[in-house]
């Protein structure tokens, strides 16, 4: 016997339509690149979607094309979310930090017909417009009167909207269809496309909502940090729309006194980004000795939110950090921690030994740990294997067939290391091509940083294998001080002493002036092998 509902596809133009009839009047409010703030509401931002679709069809893009964009967190990136999947085409935002060739190679390999790109990026689309032959249309993100001098032949976003209706109807199709692509930043070899779905995106939208998750309601003000080219901003533009949340798009300023008006002229109540951002947001609020009055709730992920982090913005902030964890191909949520009910009677020191891990899955996301041979390893909070996943929004192959297969009889290996506690809380080790390998036994690279980074002089730090003769490879650590600040290597190896396991100490400690970040702002730690291959520790 069937169930007798109605068969209605989850597409993402009904977010935004839901959003226009019930939140109409809700905000959406963007800092635009020259400062200024850009107010208006969903209803607004619908009316503009609408327009942009039809601009979208004069252009002659079709189902499936793929439109890419460079692009900041502001409103009009959040019209071409919309607007590009809404008409069934595929919205694929690429990340401007990536280096140039990069860039070329993947609006290439997208196949990009049609690119929209923000005012700041006009001297770099100049340059590489030359390569990228199969690119019909450049669409500068902007008015008439701010249109750049250029030999680039290319069109005036307001324009293009001027010049249509607001009058279109979504099409309806199957939900499968792809929505969406994003390019991993690719640690080895070229970056791979991830293809989401309307479907994948509309379920992940549903997820993000959950109390146990970002916890969104027609009650919160968002300001996702996290750049709307990283994975959709995770996903926090849908998100915002099912449940009618105020957004704050903080446009491509993101150092901490930027984000400090935004978050208290706007009224923020929570926010998202990588711990990067909120290192300098820390720093800023510390050096001025300002508190933030409306926030109280960040979520930090992307790369581990160090305790240290995770304890000062509790104990001097008031503000409750939910550590975080997924991937691009994972759309990208996959933990959030959040404490049981049992736990909050614990003394703090119990509880945050919870709060430090990557927190438990979402449902619709399964996971396990397993061994080399495959083999699932016991959910105790001890045994580190393989992390595997899987669920409506994980991905199930690369775009185009990339890297041939990758699932693992269903599952995804996500190439992490990790623990998997009795409660379902979930502890990332490593990733697993930063392991230290140290004589067949592994060491964390994270639970060190984790610590090297709680002593007050440390800005931040990092760890990695160096080789040995002896152990194959010894963890190295390199630490960045904090402006004004100094501390000696026996200094910050006695700070590690008695809180680490004797052969995960550092064999040494080395003091840089600056680490390499990726272009989704996380600790290069191949650029930070290559750089130390030929390191010779003392102990070696
Ligand atoms: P990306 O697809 O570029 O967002 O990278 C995903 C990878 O980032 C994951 O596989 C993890 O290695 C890492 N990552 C994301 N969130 C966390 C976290 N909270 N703690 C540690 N690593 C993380």
Redesign the pocket.
């Known amino acids: 016997m069937l169930g007798q509902m109605m068969q209605m596809p989850l597409l993402i133009s009904s977010l935004i339509r839901h959003a226009d009839v019930n939140h109409g009047d809700t905000e959406i409010v963007s800092r635009l690149g020259e400062g200024s703030l850009h107010r208006y509401t969903y209803r607004g931002a619908h009316r503009r979607a609408r327009r942009l679709a039809n601009a979208l069809g004069a252009l002659g893009v079709r189902q499936g094309d793929r439109i890419g964009t460079l692009a900041w967190n502001d409103h009009r990136h959040f019209e071409i979310y919309f607007a590009v999947s809404g008409s069934g085409a595929v919205c694929h935002t690429v990340n401007p930090r990536l280096f140039p060739d990069q860039i070329v190679y993947i609006l290439n390999h997208a196949e990009d017909r049609t690119v929209f790109f923000d005012l700041s990026f006009a001297a770099l689309v100049e340059t590489l417009a030359p390569r990228l032959p199969k690119v019909k249309d450049w669409v500068v993100l902007t008015d008439r009167a701010h249109m750049p001098e250029s030999r680039l032949d290319s069109l005036c976003y307001e324009e293009l909207l001027a010049a249509q209706t607001e009058d279109y109807a979504w099409p309806v199709f199957d939900e499968n269809t792809a929505s969406s692509l994003c390019y ?2 690719g640690t080895t070899g070229n970056p791979k496309g991830v293809v989401y779905a309307h479907r994948s995106t509309v379920l992940h939208s549903y997820g993000v909502c959950l109390p146990d998750v970002f916890g969104l309601s027609a009650r919160e003000v968002l300001l996702p940090v996290v750049p709307m080219f ?2 959709n901003a995770w996903g926090t533009p849908y998100a915002a729309a099912l449940a009618g949340v105020k957004l704050v798009l903080p446009g491509p300023k993101l150092d901490g006194e930027s984000l400090y008006e935004l978050f208290e002229s706007e009224k923020v109540t929570a926010s998202a980004g990588v711990p990067t951002v909120w290192l300098g947001l820390l720093r800023f609020l510390e050096e001025r000795g300002l508190k933030l009055s409306t926030v109280n709730r960040l979520v ?6 160090p305790p240290a982090m995770i304890r000062t913005f509790r104990e001097k902030f008031g503000i409750t950090v939910l ?7 994972m759309s ?1 949520l996959g933990t959030v921690n959040h404490p049981k009910a049992k736990h909050l009677d614990l003394p703090e020191e119990s509880r945050d030994a919870v709060r430090v891990k ?1 927190g438990r899955p979402i449902f619709g996301v399964e996971m396990k740990i397993v061994d080399a041979e495959g083999r699932e390893l016991p959910r105790d909070g001890k045994a580190f294997g393989d992390l595997l996943v899987r669920g409506p929004w994980v991905m199930s192959s690369y775009y185009k067939g990339e890297g041939g297969e990758v699932l693992r009889d269903g599952w995804f290996p ?3 290391v990790a623990t998997i506690d009795p409660d379902g809380y979930m502890a ?1 080790t490593d ?1 697993s091509k930063d392991v230290i390998k140290s004589g067949g036994e592994w060491i964390s690279s ?1 639970e060190i940083e984790n610590l090297a980074v709680a002593h007050p002089a440390v800005a931040e730090a990092a760890v990695i294998g160096v080789p040995h003769p002896k152990w194959d490879e010894r963890p190295l650590l390199l630490v960045l001080p904090r402006a004004g600040q100094s501390v000696t290597k026996e200094q910050m190896l006695e700070f590690l002493r008695g809180k680490l396991a004797k052969w995960w100490m550092p064999d040494d400690v080395v003091f840089v002036d600056s680490l390499p970040h990726t272009a ?1 702002g ?1 600790l290069s730690k191949m650029q930070l092998r290559a750089a130390w291959r030929d390191y010779r520790l003392p102990t070696a």
Not at 300 to 305: D, L, P, T
């Open positions: 991993t930043s990283h994975v930090i992920g992307g790369s581990a939110a550590h975080a964890w997924g991937m691009t191909e990208p990557q996500t190439g992490d990332i990733r994270i989704t996380k």
